[in-house]
C-alpha cells in the first residue's frame, strides 16, 4: 500500500519513520507472490485531508509529482496492478485500498473477484491509516487478510500496536515476512 516517496524518509512531505527500510522485504514479496498489486495515494490541491483546507496532514502524494511516485525501487514492473486512491477531493474513506481503482476505473474489490483472489496479503504504509483501513476493509469484504506485521511501519508508534489488535479481532491474521512458506 501507498510504497511512496511523500511516505518515505529522509524527505517525504508525510515521511513513516522507518519506511524507506522496508523496500528489499516488498520487493521479495512481490517475486514470491504469484500476483501482487500496489495502491497510490493520488491528491488533487483541494483535497480536504491537507492541513491547508482543514485537515489534518500536510501536502503530500499530489497527483503527477515526484512525491506520488512509487518508491525508486520498488520492482513495480512486476506488479499485476497498480490502483489510484485520494483523487475525490470530498471522499473521507479514501484510506482504505478498497477506495482505489485501476486506470480503466476497476475497483480493487473488483480486481481481486475477477482474479478469483481469497487471501489478501498486506504490507507498506502506513500501518495506521491505509494499511489499517485497507485489512478491515478486506475482511469486510470477505476475503481472508494476512498483515505482514514486519512489512509496515505507522505514522504514530501506539496507533500502529492498535491497529494490529483491531486486524486481529476483525479476524485478521498477524505474520511475518520471514514465516511465508509456500
Ligand atoms: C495515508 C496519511 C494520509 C495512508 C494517506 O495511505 O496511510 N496516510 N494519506
Ligand atoms: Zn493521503
Known sequence: MDYQN????????????GGDELVDRINEL????PHSLAT????????????????????????ETRGAEFHPHLYQEKLDFKLKK??????????????????GGKELAKVLREAGAERLFVAGLALDYCVRATALSGLEEGFQVVLLEDCTEPVNGDDGERAIEEIRSGGGEIARSTDLEF
Open 6 to 17: 511523500d511516505f518515505l524518509p529522509p524527505d517525504g512531505a508525510l515521511a513513516v519513520p
Open 30 to 33: 512481490i517475486e514470491l507472490f
Open 40 to 63: 497510490r495515494d493520488w491528491h488533487p490541491e483541494n483535497h480536504y485531508s491537507f492541513e491547508e483546507n482543514g485537515g489534518k496532514w500536510p501536502k503530500h502524494c499530489l497527483q
Open 86 to 103: 485520494g483523487f475525490d477531493p470530498e471522499d473521507r474513506s479514501d484510506y482504505s485500498g478498497f477506495s482505489a481503482e485501476t486506470e
